[in-house]
């Protein structure tokens, strides 16, 4: 069987969102989920009190990020892991605030991430829908501690030409 990692998400109350993201290239131009760039999203339900996901430790993306916004929204009561896979550690404890619990088997929470890791000549940083994302922090925090690379432009559908038949 293949070895996974075991996340078990345990929810006080519901929450509006939550999502999971494999992180695996970063968008520093945006803010929230965006910040991701275009990570692996496996399903999680917002309003199941207690889930539990299976995820791949082969091709492993840079980390793992939950983010959880209860309803009604309170920035203060935002849930946020970041987590990283190490083989045979276990963990338990709050999503960064109290109500969301998580245990992670096979995998280890990223600390020490936050505002400070926004270099003092971002220029967004002074914006606050930027300067408060903890998703956005966190992809500062990859890009200077894992060299997490920009998201890839979007493919480009092959040119057609349109030009003129040539009879001979």
Same mark, same amino acid.
């Given at each position: 069987?293949?070895?996974?990692?075991?996340?078990?998400?345990?929810?006080?109350?519901?929450?509006?969102?939550?999502?999971?993201?494999?992180?695996?290239?970063?968008?520093?131009?945006?803010?929230?989920? *965006?910040?991701? #760039?275009?990570?692996?999203?496996?399903?999680?339900? /917002? =309003?199941?009190?207690?889930? +539990?996901?299976?995820?791949? &430790?082969?091709?492993?993306?840079?980390?793992?990020?939950?983010?959880?916004?209860?309803?009604?929204?309170?920035?203060?009561?935002?849930?946020?892991?970041?987590?990283?896979?190490?083989?045979?550690?276990?963990?338990?404890?709050?999503?960064?605030?109290?109500?969301?619990?998580? *245990?992670?088997? #096979?995998?280890?929470?990223?600390?020490?991430?936050? /505002? =400070?890791?926004?270099?003092? +000549?971002?220029?967004?940083? &002074?914006?606050?829908?930027?300067?408060?994302?903890?998703?956005?922090?966190?992809?500062?925090?990859?890009?200077?501690?894992?060299?997490?690379?920009?998201?890839?432009?979007?493919?480009?559908?092959?040119?057609?030409?349109?030009?003129?038949?040539?009879?001979?």
């Amino acid at each position: 069987m293949e070895d996974r990692i075991k996340v078990e998400i345990r929810a006080r109350e519901d929450y509006g969102i939550m999502w999971l993201a494999g992180i695996r290239n970063i968008a520093l131009d945006q803010h929230c989920l *965006r910040s991701f #760039g275009r990570p692996d999203r496996p399903i999680v339900h /917002p =309003h199941t009190k207690l889930q +539990t996901l299976h995820l791949p &430790t082969a091709n492993p993306p840079l980390a793992w990020y939950l983010c959880a916004l209860p309803q009604p929204w309170n920035w203060g009561a935002n849930a946020h892991l970041a987590f990283e896979p190490v083989s045979g550690y276990h963990w338990e404890g709050p999503a960064l605030v109290s109500g969301l619990e998580v *245990r992670l088997v #096979g995998a280890r929470p990223i600390t020490g991430w936050g /505002p =400070h890791n926004i270099p003092a +000549t971002e220029p967004r940083r &002074t914006l606050r829908r930027y300067s408060t994302c903890r998703n956005w922090q966190f992809a500062w925090w990859l890009r200077q501690n894992r060299a997490a690379p920009d998201v890839p432009p979007p493919l480009q559908p092959p040119q057609q030409d349109h030009g003129q038949m040539t009879l001979l």
